[in-house]
């Protein structure tokens, strides 16, 4: 039995604020990836995420915290773009089930490359090990 695909890569919307806003055009980037992929994640499923983050004006780089946008990111693909950490504050379909099956990430910042258009950079794969 072949194994079942488990990575996405996805460019994903330079940070703008609201914030609820930007976790739903990452959701929508994701969304869009996946309708041309057969990638889906399971309960079970360890995985790891890379995150890119390009930031084109000014001092946008230096006055963002990696955590926070890490943050929005990870509830963008629970489905959670505001409100309770209930079921009922989910108000999109989960993309990974549960970001405690998370085990490692990587996140970097920086400004923009010229080519990039402030597009970043998420991938979404099995952890490769334990």
């Not at 099956?101 to 794969?125: D, E, M």
């Amino acid at each position: 039995m072949p194994k079942r695909p488990m990575k996405l890569s996805i460019r994903i919307p330079e940070y703008a604020p609201p914030r609820n806003t930007w976790r739903k055009a990452i959701h929508r980037a994701v969304v869009e990836r996946q309708s041309t992929s057969p990638v889906r994640y399971e309960p079970t499923d360890r995985l790891e995420l890379s995150l890119r983050l390009y930031f084109t004006g000014g001092r946008a780089a230096e006055i963002h915290d990696v955590d926070n946008r890490l943050k929005d990111c990870l509830d963008a693909l629970q489905g959670r773009v505001g409100g309770t950490k209930t079921k009922a504050g989910r108000t999109l379909k989960a993309i990974v089930p549960n970001d405690r099956q998370i085990w490692r990430v990587v996140v970097q910042k920086s400004r923009a490359p010229k080519n990039s258009h402030g597009r970043g950079h998420l991938t979404i794969r099995k952890l490769s090990s334990d």
